[in-house]
């Protein structure tokens, strides 16, 4: 659930993840991987590093282009000597030699102006990104330069072309989107049975999707749905209405000949106090139908209070289930300020084509607070989450053993662990990275993360000043920024269940099944103890990680229906079925396969 959610929800079906790790150093078996398998796997160039290792100590104080130049011309003259002392070809040679000195003269010039862009390690490309070099001893040199006559591509510019199934979205060849009105659904024009007025609860994606479900209650009532009022007493306080967030028009346009939606109720109703109901959560049609209909006849105006899970996941007319959809994935489009400046920090992002993965972080105080997660914090910092979570009335729990929760599953993942998950992945290290959250919790809790990934950018940092100041006081707009960002990224990673969670990697699977990674929190913290303790290699660590999440992807799968609406998958964050429909006419046997995968994933949840 969205930050704003923690506050104004029971979360009685909150689940549990991970925790973070004191030590973010690059120390550890993970690390002599890394250098193994980047600098000493051409170890039948021996000779040859012995040979660059002994010129290197030799030579310190030359420029490498430099020596390279020295000793080709030095190989010419050799060559020379020997032609001029068989006697053939002497113009030949004249001539060659005077080409020489050209073609050096030229490349001292270009040396001594790559000073200029590369320095102590740090190697600057042509779009202003700093890409941080480190070679650890001189074999790493030597190495190096092995590479480099052997490629015209650097290290880091090859790290950068890592295994391309990193990136590649599961398949789903065989479904579409299947959200198309029925003819006989569509609106007629029939008198209506009164007027909904529904107050969204909660943050932006828990108003988003309650939303949803009043389009859907307000076609099973023949209701008209009088334009959403937004919430203003959650954590953040935002002031914004629903004109400031979604386009408008495009919302009531969309959905004409579904329900009726006006601006504001007719004057003769304006001035009626309407009777206040919270519907039921998690309610079928029936309830609608049976016993706040003719509540709506009677007093013509309803106000429902909250609008968060009203109406069941499954068991709903087809038509609805569509309806819904259609309110979520193409009514409700953010406004066109949103929109553009969405679209801007995405083209900034994908920056020559590149991929980015865009990281849903939890780690956020009123999260940690709620869930008793306080792993690798300090002790004043444990002891503000704790006075936070006993200061919040409607937070029913209050003692909570924090280890005990991390070894369950039920904290959120922290920066370090993130960055070591996506590490074991097979992310590397120059992989851009979108935090899509508030303010990270701890004094030192991106330091780790930052050492691993250093292209991490936020709305804050991809932004400029001018572009986030008509956002700034609004949490709402700044996260429907970031709801714009994750849903285009190449990959999107959530480290902790919520509404955001839900609604991104559902509309996700709606858009074609991109590529979403669902960390198994419970398991990735005993491996990751383990890989702390020694017990296991980073390259155990690193195949248990991958083979752990390998069916945890993304991949198409029927919803898991569960023994109460609290405890099954969520509509929005799978629609499927419902909305998405499989091309073959029979079952599929693939599909049944992937329900039963994921059955067993959401047992280990």
């Not at 969204?200 to 949803?212: D, F, H, S, V």
């Not at 306080?237 to 495009?250: L, M, Q, V």
């Not at 900034?348 to 999260?367: C, F, G, P, T, V």
Request: hydrophobic residues 35%; proline residues 4%.
């Amino acid at each position: 659930m969205d930050v704003s959610d923690v506050r104004n929800s029971n979360f009685s079906d909150v689940n549990v993840d991970e925790e973070d790790e004191p030590n973010g150093s690059n120390s550890g078996p993970h690390h002599i991987h890394f250098l193994h398998h980047h600098y000493f796997h051409h170890s039948h160039h021996l000779p040859v590093i012995k040979y660059l290792l002994l010129r290197r100590r030799m030579f310190f104080f030359v420029p490498e282009t430099w020596l390279f130049a020295i000793e080709e011309g030095l190989l010419w003259t050799a060559a020379m000597v020997q032609s001029v002392r068989s006697g053939r070809n002497m113009g030949r040679k004249i001539f060659g030699a005077l080409l020489f000195m050209a073609v050096v003269s030229l490349f001292v010039k270009i040396s001594f102006l790559s000073n200029h862009v590369e320095v102590e390690g740090k190697v600057k490309d042509n779009n202003g990104v700093l890409i941080l070099q480190t070679f650890k001893d001189e074999s790493a040199i030597a190495q190096r330069v092995v590479s480099e006559t052997q490629t015209s591509m650097p290290k880091r510019v090859l790290e950068r072309f890592s295994t391309p199934e990193i990136w590649m979205k599961p398949n789903s060849d065989s479904f579409y989107k299947c959200i198309t009105r029925p003819k006989n659904r569509i609106r007629t024009g029939s008198k209506t049975n009164g007027y909904l007025v529904v107050h969204a609860n909660g943050g932006l994606n828990q108003m988003r999707t309650g939303i949803c479900d009043m389009v859907a209650v307000a076609k099973i009532m023949n209701a008209t749905l009088v334009l959403p009022s937004l919430d203003h007493e959650s954590f953040w306080t935002d002031p914004s209405e629903f004109k400031d967030i979604f386009d408008w028009r495009h919302f009531m346009e969309v959905l004409k000949d579904d329900i009726e939606i006006i601006e504001y109720l007719p004057p003769r109703y304006s001035a009626v106090k309407p009777l206040s109901k919270a519907p039921v959560s998690w309610s079928k049609a029936s309830y609608y139908r049976s016993e706040l209909l003719p509540l709506l006849k009677r007093h013509k105006v309803i106000k429902f209070t909250h609008t968060d899970s009203r109406l069941v996941n499954n068991g709903l007319a087809s038509s609805i289930q569509r309806l819904r959809c259609r309110a979520n994935y193409e009514a409700l489009r953010y406004s066109k300020e949103i929109e553009d400046l969405g679209r801007t920090l995405v083209d900034r992002l994908r920056n020559n084509s590149e991929q980015y993965i865009a990281l849903h972080l939890r780690y956020e105080k009123d999260m940690l607070a709620f869930t008793g997660c306080s792993h690798n914090l300090t002790a004043d910092e444990a002891e503000e989450l704790q006075v936070m979570r006993y200061n919040v009335k409607h937070w029913k729990e209050k003692q909570i053993d924090s280890e005990e929760r991390r070894l369950q599953g039920g904290c959120p993942m922290s920066p370090r662990e993130a960055a070591m998950f996506l590490k074991a992945m097979g992310y590397p290290s120059t992989t851009t990275i979108y935090i899509v959250a508030g303010e990270i919790y701890g004094s030192n809790s991106m330091t780790a993360f930052r050492a691993e990934y250093p292209n991490v950018f936020s709305h804050s940092t991809l932004a400029t000043a001018e572009e986030l100041e008509p956002f700034k006081p609004y949490q709402n707009r700044l996260a429907a920024l970031d709801y714009i960002v994750a849903l285009e990224s190449d990959v999107f990673v959530y480290t902790y269940d919520g509404n955001m969670a839900k609604a991104v990697q559902g509309h996700r699977r709606f858009d074609g099944f991109k590529k979403t990674i669902n960390p198994d929190r419970q398991n990735f913290v005993r491996l990751i103890d383990q890989l702390d303790e020694h017990a296991i290699s980073w390259e155990e660590f690193s195949s248990e990680v991958k083979s752990l999440h390998s069916d945890r992807l993304g991949a198409p799968y029927l919803r898991l229906v569960g023994e109460s609406p609290r405890l099954e998958e969520n509509f929005y964050a799978n629609p499927l079925p419902g909305c998405i429909c499989n091309k073959s006419h029979d079952p599929s046997s693939s599909l049944k396969l992937e329900k039963r995968r994921s059955l067993r994933a959401a047992s280990q949840r």
